[in-house]
């Protein structure tokens, strides 16, 4: 009888634990998204920025 009752509790457990890892799983792959997102639009922001000092600089030397 208190084996059983410890199988259930273990059961009870691993089932919460399963739980919370497909939580923090689903949390890890929005972060994951998130930061990709992040970095391409750091890669665009970086772009403009660099065409902008380009032309800038072309600008100054023409004067």
Not at 52 to 62: F, H, P
Request: charged share 30%; aromatic share 4%; glycine share 4%.
């Amino acid at each position: 009888m208190i084996n059983e009752w410890i199988y259930e509790l273990l059961c009870s457990q691993l089932g919460l634990a399963n739980e919370e890892k497909a939580g923090l799983c689903k949390q890890v792959n929005e972060s994951v998204e998130r930061l990709k997102a992040i970095e391409e639009s750091n890669k665009e922001g970086s772009k403009a920025l660099m065409d902008t000092i380009n032309e800038l600089s072309a600008a100054v030397e023409n004067y």
